[in-house]
C-alpha cells in the first residue's frame, strides 16, 4: 500500500478525531510532541520515534532474557515461528536464525497461547471469525494473531496509531485487502451495502473511534492490551457500550490492562471497568512477565451470569501492591525499571545477530541484576 495514501487517510482521519477533544485522554496529549509523519519516518517508524509509547520492542536487553523463558516453555522452534523475519519500521533488534527478537512481540505470544486454548475449548469448532482490538498500537498482536486466531480483523485507534498499523499490517501482509478511513467515507456517502456487507472481503479493517456507531457486525473476539488503562472514563464507557452491543452470543473479550495507571490525576483501575453482569470468567492471572498488569478473558451470556463482581474484587485485591499510594519506594523503582531499560537498548547500536544459549551470562555485559524485573 502506498504511503502516500496512507498518510492522506491520517490527515483526513485527525480532522474528524481531533474536531473532539475529548476523544484524546490527558495520556496521549502528553505525547502531542511535535512528531513529523513523513514518507521516510513512517518507513522507519519504530527507528525514528513515531512508535513511541506504542512499542515495548525498545525494551531490547529484556527481549534476550523473555527469549530463553518462552524458548523454555514452548519449544524454541515455536517461538522463533512465532517472530518476524522482516524488521518492518526499522527497530533496534537482536537477530537469531534470521528472525528478529522483539520483547513486545514475545510477550504477545504468551497472550497468544493463553487465549489459542480458550478458544478451542470455548467457541464453537475452536474457531473464530472477527476479531476487533481496540487502541491496538502498530498492529504487533493482530498480525501475531494473522491466520493464526481469526480470519478477519477490525482495528479501532486514533490516527496516529491507524497509520502506523495500517502500515506496519500492509508491509507484512502485501496481498490483503483493507478497508482504511477513506474507503469509510465513500461507502457513507455512496454505498448502499450494510457494513457487514462491505467489508465481507476485506482482511484489514482499520478506523478511529468516530466510526464506533457504524461499525454493525457480528464480532466473535474483542481485544484491549494496555490502551483502556490510559483512556478517560467516557471513553472506557464508550467502548465498553460497543462491546456489550456487537460482540456475538459466547463472543470472548480479552482484557490486559494494569491494576491501575493514573490519567492526569485520576487513577484507571481495571476492576472499576463498567463491565455488566452477562459475563463468565474464563481466565484470570496477572499477566506475564508483568506481574503489574492483569490478563483477563470472558465470555459473553445471554443472561446474567453470577461470578464476574466476586472476580473483580479479587483483581482488586491483587493489585492493591500496585496503587500507587500503596507502593513501596522499592516497588517504585522496579516499576521504574523499564525506562532504564529503554535508555539502555537506545544506546545500544544495530542489528546484533548474537548466538542464544539459555544462561543470562552470555548477554552482553550488561548488569544481570537488571533482569530482576
Given at each position: ?227 483502556m488503562m490510559e ?46 453482569s452477562q459475563w ?91 533482569y530482576n524485573i
Open positions: 500500500m502506498e504511503t502516500s495514501r496512507l498518510l492522506k487517510v491520517f490527515e483526513m482521519a485527525s480532522h474528524t478525531v481531533y474536531a473532539k477533544s475529548s476523544e484524546k485522554s490527558a495520556h496521549w496529549k502528553r505525547y502531542d510532541d511535535g512528531r513529523v509523519f513523513s514518507e521516510e519516518n513512517i518507513r522507519s517508524f519504530r527507528g525514528s520515534g513515531l512508535s513511541s509509547s506504542l512499542d515495548d520492542g525498545v525494551l531490547k536487553e529484556r527481549a534476550a532474557k523473555t527469549f530463553f523463558e518462552l524458548c523454555k516453555r514452548h519449544g524454541e522452534a515455536k517461538v522463533l515461528d512465532h517472530l518476524t523475519t522482516n524488521n518492518i519500521g526499522e527497530a533496534d533488534l537482536y537477530q537469531l536464525q534470521g528472525h528478529y527478537v522483539d520483547y513486545g512481540r514475545l510477550v504477545a505470544i504468551e497472550w497468544k497461547e493463553v487465549l489459542e486454548g480458550l478458544v478451542a475449548k470455548h467457541c464453537t469448532q475452536g474457531k473464530i471469525d472477527i476479531v476487533c482490538e481496540i487502541g491496538g498500537g502498530y498492529g504487533n498482536f493482530i498480525d501475531l494473531l494473522t491466520n493464526r486466531i481469526g480470519e478477519r480483523y477490525i482495528l479501532i485507534d486514533l490516527p496516529e496509531a491507524n497509520l502506523l498499523s495500517a502500515y506496519y499490517l500492509s508491509q507484512a501482509n502485501s496481498s490483503a485487502k483493507f478497508f482504511l478511513y477513506d474507503d469509510y467515507l465513500q461507502w457513507k456517502s455512496t454505498g448502499t451495502k450494510t457494513f457487514e456487507q462491505v467489508i465481507d472481503d476485506c482482511k484489514f479493517v482499520i478506523l478511529p473511534p468516530a466510526c464506533l456507531v457504524d461499525i454493525v457486525c457480528k464480532i466473535d473476539l474483542v481485544i484491549n492490551t494496555r490502551s483512556m478517560n472514563k467516557s471513553s472506557i464507557e464508550n467502548y465498553f457500550k460497543f462491546i456489550h452491543d456487537r460482540l456475538a452470543p459466547d463472543g470472548l473479550f480479552l482484557n490486559i490492562n494494569r491494576y491501575e495507571k493514573f490519567v492526569s490525576d485520576i487513577p484507571v483501575r481495571m476492576h472499576q471497568f463498567p463491565y455488566d463468565r470468567v474464563l481466565y484470570s492471572e496477572q499477566a506475564y512477565d508483568q506481574p503489574h498488569v492483569h490478563m483477563l478473558v470472558t465470555q459473553r451470556a445471554a443472561e446474567e451470569v453470577a461470578g464476574l463482581s466476586n472476580e473483580l474484587e479479587r483483581i482488586k485485591e491483587l493489585g492493591k501492591r500496585y496503587f500507587y499510594k500503596k507502593l513501596t519506594i522499592k516497588d517504585r523503582v522496579m516499576l521504574g525499571v523499564g525506562v532504564r531499560l529503554e535508555r539502555i537498548s537506545k544506546g545500544l547500536k544495530g542489528n546484533k545477530d548474537i548466538e542464544f544459549g539459555y544462561n543470562v551470562k552470555d548477554l552482553p555485559s550488561i548488569d544481570e541484576s537488571i
